[in-house]
T-cell receptor, first 116, second 110 residues
Framework: SAVISQKPSRDICQRGTSLTIQCQVD?????MFWYRQQPGQSLTLIAT?????????ESGFVIDKFPISRPNLTFSTLTVSNMSPEDSSIYLC?????????????FGPGTRLTVL | EDQVTQSPEALRLQEGESSSLNCSYT??????LFWYRQDPGKGPEFLFT???AGEEKEKERLKATLTKKESFLHITAPKPEDSATYLC???????????FGKGTLLTVNP
């Protein structure tokens, strides 16, 4: 398994501002992901954070709105830019662990974002 | 496009009253079906991965089963501490993207 921490755990922001969320893992991992969980909705993948190259974004998500950094194999950041109330959500990072022929995604505790 | 539908949306049980949660899915090339538990204000906690039809896995009072179209999470003699939202997700193809259902909110009353 993996121990994943996120900072901040929650924040309240004004519209038009940006927030950067950090994700730290206790071991080196190849695959890191960022998800969004809107109220009453399922988790939706925003992008795959690739170490040493640009993130791979899912349909409906763009780099200008959600820039991602992955400077090494244990750390990543997600920035939510030019925020609006519709960005109010829980943002989660996850990592893929391959062990013993099985693969599992483990999730961080999430960052609860409220945009006023 | 991969799809996951979970039912019921909410389930209220009495302590000791066994039941099952359903996860119906469509996926191109199932890589795995995953069950998670999510408590309020926390990230999803991994429970099981199932890879092929007929596979079963157990953990304490939980048992997950898989067919070609759906998965069941059976809860035997639940306790109040089993109250949580249970999420189902599928991974398909060669990438590691997971597609999640909306979850089932389980409440177990003492």
């Amino acid at each position: 398994s993996a121990v994943i921490s996120q900072k901040p755990s929650r924040d309240i922001c004004q519209r038009g501002t940006s927030l950067t969320i950090q994700c730290q893992v206790d071991s080196q991992v190849t695959m890191m992901f960022w998800y969004r969980q809107q109220p009453g909705q399922s988790l939706t993948l925003i992008a795959t954070a690739n170490q040493g190259s640009e993130a791979t974004y899912e349909s409906g998500f763009v780099i200008d709105k959600f820039p991602i950094s992955r400077p090494n194999l244990t750390f990543s950041t997600l920035t939510v830019s030019n925020m609006s109330p519709e960005d109010s959500s829980i943002y989660l990072c996850s990592v893929e662990i391959l062990a013993g022929g099985t693969d599992t995604q483990y999730f961080g505790p999430g960052t609860r974002l409220t945009v006023l | 496009e991969d799809q996951v539908t979970q039912s019921p949306e909410a389930l209220r049980l009495q302590e000791g009253e066994s039941s099952s949660l359903n996860c119906s899915y469509t996926v191109s090339g199932l890589r795995g079906l995953f069950w998670y538990r999510q408590d309020p204000g926390k990230g999803p906690e991994f429970l099981f991965t199932l890879y092929s039809a007929g596979e079963e896995k157990e953990k304490e009072r939980l048992k997950a089963t898989l067919t070609k179209k759906e998965s069941f999470l059976h809860i035997t003699a639940p306790k109040p501490e089993d109250s949580a939202t249970y999420l189902c997700a599928v991974g398909g193809g060669s990438n590691y993207k997971l597609t999640f259902g909306k979850g089932t909110l389980l409440t177990v009353n003492p």
